[in-house]
């Protein structure tokens, strides 16, 4: 079975800085994609950014980049010029295969953005 | 628009009732979920299904049951057998088949609280 773990439970930053949130997983698939999901304070889950295994290049979607280390199993998430409105809690999340495989997520990090 | 929707938004259970949450989508998705989520922590899976009448146990089943009649619904049931229902429920559909650009959707969850 895979495991996903987020070690930090509690992050703050303050607006404007950059934070850096962090997953590990384990697995000995190959073939796999991980994600990381945004739930704010309405509990709606929203996609942040995904990564697919066989990608080395690391996702980035505007103030949201990844650190995807295969090898280390490690899937780290980096918010640049962070805003009030990024507070939240971030879910890292794994699944293997293809499209529609069970989905893992890790325990979570709540994000407190500063002003 | 297309979506997937959740009701109720909360719901009261008595002891020793069955009752059930209802998660419906009009994204054409094969792939549904239903997870759970308790204060403060991740997501924990319950059962999904990638096919019409076909499910599989997450890591949570016992005292759930669901089905997958048509594309469109998975009922989940709480049983009177699952002891500690009281959390925050979500369900998500998702693409299935190989797909690059695979995300899940999520709904906007149920409250279900044990009176």
């Given at each position: 079975?895979?495991?996903?773990?987020?070690?930090q439970p509690?992050?703050?930053?303050?607006?404007?800085?950059?934070v850096?949130?962090?997953?590990?997983?384990?697995?000995?698939?190959?073939?796999?994609?991980?994600?990381?999901?945004?739930?704010?304070?309405?509990?709606?889950?929203?996609?942040?950014?995904?990564?697919?295994?066989?990608?080395?290049q690391?996702?980035?979607?505007?103030?949201?980049?990844?650190n995807?280390?295969?090898?280390?199993?490690?899937?780290?998430?980096?918010?640049?010029?962070?805003q009030?409105?990024?507070?939240a809690?971030?879910?890292?999340?794994?699944?293997?295969g293809r499209?529609?495989?069970m989905l893992?997520f890790?325990?979570?990090?709540?994000l407190?953005?500063?002003? | 628009?297309?979506?997937?929707?959740?009701s109720?938004?909360?719901?009261?259970?008595k002891?020793?009732?069955?009752?059930t949450?209802?998660?419906?989508?009009?994204?054409?998705?094969?792939?549904?979920?239903?997870?759970?989520?308790?204060?403060?922590?991740?997501?924990?899976?319950?059962?999904?299904s990638?096919?019409?009448?076909d499910?599989?146990?997450?890591?949570i089943?016992e005292?759930?049951?669901?089905?997958?009649?048509k594309?469109?619904?998975?009922?989940l049931?709480?049983?009177?057998?699952?002891?500690?229902?009281?959390?925050?429920?979500?369900?998500a559909?998702?693409?299935?088949?190989i797909?690059?650009?695979?995300?899940?959707?999520?709904?906007?969850?149920?409250?279900?609280?044990?009176?």
């Open positions: 079975a895979q495991t996903v773990t987020q070690s509690e992050m703050s930053v303050q607006e404007a800085e950059t850096t949130l962090s997953c590990t997983y384990d697995t000995s698939e190959s073939n796999y994609y991980l994600f990381w999901y945004k739930q704010p304070p309405s509990r709606q889950m929203i996609l942040v950014i995904r990564q697919e295994a066989y990608k080395q690391n996702a980035t979607e505007n103030r949201f980049s990844v995807f280390q295969k090898a280390a199993k490690s899937f780290s998430l980096k918010i640049s010029d962070s009030l409105g990024d507070t809690m971030y879910f890292c999340a794994f699944m293997k499209a529609g495989n893992t890790g325990g979570g990090t709540r407190m953005v500063k002003p | 628009d297309g979506g997937i929707t959740q109720p938004k909360y719901l009261f259970r002891e020793g009732q069955n009752v949450l209802s998660c419906e989508q009009n994204l054409n998705h094969d792939a549904m979920y239903w997870y759970r989520q308790d204060p403060g922590q991740g997501l924990r899976l319950i059962y999904y990638q096919i019409v009448n499910f599989q146990k997450g890591d089943a005292g759930y049951s669901v089905s997958r009649e594309k469109e619904s998975f009922p049931t709480v049983t009177s057998a699952q002891k500690n229902p009281t959390a925050f429920y979500l369900c559909c998702q693409t299935g088949g797909f690059r650009n695979t995300e899940a959707f999520f709904g906007q969850g149920t409250r279900l609280t044990v009176v």
